[in-house]
């Protein structure tokens, strides 16, 4: 019944189809990080303190001229929070802030990325720290070397969104997270 001309023709054709279309599947490039910086800022007490956070892993599958197509998924080490002062730091690694005993992740994961212009990018993140998740928006830029890329975004969030301490008449409740990862292909 099918042995016609257009029957084998199609049965010759069908696996290059299927490897091109399996193909653009996966086009997007798996990137590795090389470098990272998180960074935050918070005003206490009337003045800006500064940290750190280290130990940045992620899972980076992104195509600049697909990002809808496209993953970002990262986790940095709760316990790496650093401002430069051991006091602070092991005060913020307890239950009333980061708990990094009960939640030792905080992770970030993309809903959706956009292109906007330019080297310009829209994400929607699924943010989660201490167990709660809280879909945040962030405009970041990617741009391309050769090899190389990187990512630099700010994340502004409201930190008792996430249980991380008290309302507090000293400390503000806004928090800015500067980002800035270099990867490799």
């Known amino acids: 019944m099918f042995a016609g001309p257009l029957y084998k023709y199609m049965k010759k054709l069908l696996p290059v189809m299927l490897l091109f279309m399996v ?15 998180i960074s935050f800022q918070i005003k206490n007490l009337g003045f800006m303190t500064h940290g750190t956070f280290s130990g940045l892993q992620a899972d980076i599958n992104f195509d600049p001229a697909k990002p809808e197509a496209s993953s970002i998924n990262a986790t940095i080490d709760a316990n790496t929070v650093n401002t430069d002062n051991d006091m602070r730091d092991n005060h913020l690694r307890e239950d009333t802030y980061f ?44 741009t391309e070397a050769g090899n190389t890329g990187e990512f630099k975004g700010i994340l502004k969030i409201k930190r008792t969104d996430f249980n991380v ?6 400390m503000s409740n806004d928090v800015e997270i500067d980002i800035d990862v270099k990867t490799g292909k």
């Open 99 to 142: 708990d990094v005993a009960k939640y030792p992740k905080i992770t970030l994961k993309s809903v959706s990325l956009k292109h906007k212009s330019g080297n310009n990018y829209d994400g929607q993140f699924g943010l989660t720290i201490k167990d709660k998740t809280q879909t945040v928006d962030m405009p970041f830029t990617y």
């Open 165 to 170: 301490g008290t309302s507090s008449m000293v």
């Open 23 to 37: 193909g653009s599947v996966f086009a997007q490039v798996k990137q590795t990080v090389t470098q990272s910086s």
